[in-house]
C-alpha cells in the first residue's frame, strides 16, 4: 500500500468517523456499548487479584514528587508539559496540595494551559524555557516525553533550570507497549477522531498531540539525561496490567494472561505499560 492509498483510506475514514460523531444516536449507543463491556471487563478483572486494582503508577509518581518535595525542602516547582494537571499531581478541587509551594506550569498548548489550576502559567516550548538557569528545585513531567521531537534540547534545558542538587521526577509510557505501538501505527488525524468516538463528549481533537517515543525506553531515557549532567536515582518499568483494554471483555482477557506472562519474566519488562523514574542534578 503506497502513501497516497494511505491517504485515501485516512481521509474517508475521516469523513465516516466525523458523521458518526455528529450524531447524537450513535453517541448514545456508543456510551452504552462501552459501558456494557466495560462492566463485564470490571468483573473479569475482580476475578483476577493481581490485576483488581486500577493503573495507578501516577500514585507512585505523585509521591516521589511530595517526597522530594519535603525531603529536600523544595519552595518552587516547574511542572513541566503541565496540561490541565488532570492526575492532580499538585493540586486538588484547583488548589495547590502545599499552599506555601511555588508552581509554575509550562505548556505549548494555550487551551490546556487556560485549564491549569495553578496560578502561574506560562505558554512556552520545553525546548526553550524562558528562565534563567537553576531556579527550580523540582522538575515534574508527566506523560509528556512521548511528545517531544529533541529530545537531548529538552534535556539539557531541564538540566539548566534546575538547582544543584535539583530533581526531575516523571512517569511516561514505554514505547514498547502495545498502547504506544498502536498509538506509534496510527495517523494522528485518525487517531484524534477515534479519540473522540471513544470519549464522547469528554475528549477534544486538539487534546491528541504529535507522538515520537524517542526517550520512551531505559536506554534512552538514561542516555539522554547523563549526557545533560544528571544522575539517575530510579529508573524501572511498571506494569499496571490490561485496563486499558476494558473497552472488551475479550482483549481483557487475552491482557490478564499477556501481564502475567510480562510479571513472571523479568526480561520482558520493557513491554510493560510505563516507565517512573527520576534523576538529579549534581550539587
Known amino acids: 500500500m503506497n502513501c497516497c492509498t494511505c491517504s ?15 450524531s447524537a444516536s450513535f ?8 459501558a456494557s463491556n466495560m462492566t463485564k471487563s470490571d468483573d473479569i478483572l475482580r476475578r483476577n487479584p493481581a490485576f483488581c486494582q486500577p493503573w495507578n503508577y501516577h500514585d507512585e509518581y505523585r509521591e516521589a514528587c511530595h517526597e522530594t518535595i519535603r525531603k529536600n525542602r523544595v519552595r518552587i516547582v ?3 508539559g503541565c496540561g490541565r494537571d488532570k492526575e492532580n499531581i499538585f493540586h486538588r ?3 495547590p496540595i502545599d499552599g506555601s509551594l511555588t508552581i509554575v506550569g509550562v505548556d505549548r498548548d494555550l487551551e490546556s494551559l487556560k485549564d491549569y489550576p495553578g496560578k502561574l502559567k506560562v505558554l512556552a516550548d520545553l525546548e526553550h524555557l524562558p528562565f534563567h538557569s537553576e531556579i527550580f528545585g523540582l522538575g515534574a513531567s ?3 516525553f512521548e511528545h517531544i521531537a529533541h529530545p537531548y534540547i529538552v534535556a539539557h534545558e531541564i538540566s539548566r533550570v534546575l538547582v544543584p542538587g535539583g530533581v526531575l521526577q516523571f512517569c511516561t509510557p514505554s514505547k514498547y507497549s502495545y498502547v504506544s505501538i498502536l498509538a506509534m501505527i496510527t495517523p494522528l488525524r485518525l487517531h484524534r477522531l477515534i479519540q473522540v468516538a471513544m470519549n464522547p463528549g469528554e475528549y477534544r481533537q486538539t487534546d491528541v498531540f504529535p507522538k515520537y517515543y524517542r526517550l520512551n525506553s531505559r536506554h534512552d531515557i538514561d542516555l539522554c539525561f547523563t549526557r545533560a549532567g544528571l544522575k539517575c536515582l ?11 483494554l476494558r473497552f472488551h471483555p475479550v482483549l481483557v482477557r ?3 494472561v499477556y501481564h502475567r506472562i ?3 519474566f523479568r526480561s520482558l519488562s520493557f513491554l510493560s505499560n510505563a516507565i517512573v523514574g527520576a534523576y538529579k542534578k549534581s550539587p
Open 8 to 22: 485515501v483510506v485516512v481521509l474517508k475514514s475521516e469523513v465516516i468517523i466525523n458523521k458518526m460523531c455528529a
Open 27 to 34: 453517541k448514545l449507543k456508543w456510551r452504552s456499548y462501552l
Open 78 to 80: 516547574i511542572h513541566l
Open 93 to 95: 478541587n484547583g488548589l
Open 142 to 144: 508527566e506523560e509528556v
Open 234 to 244: 530510579r529508573l524501572f518499568y511498571w506494569d499496571g496490567g490490561p485496563w486499558m
Open 254 to 256: 487475552l491482557g490478564v
Open 262 to 264: 510480562l510479571r513472571r
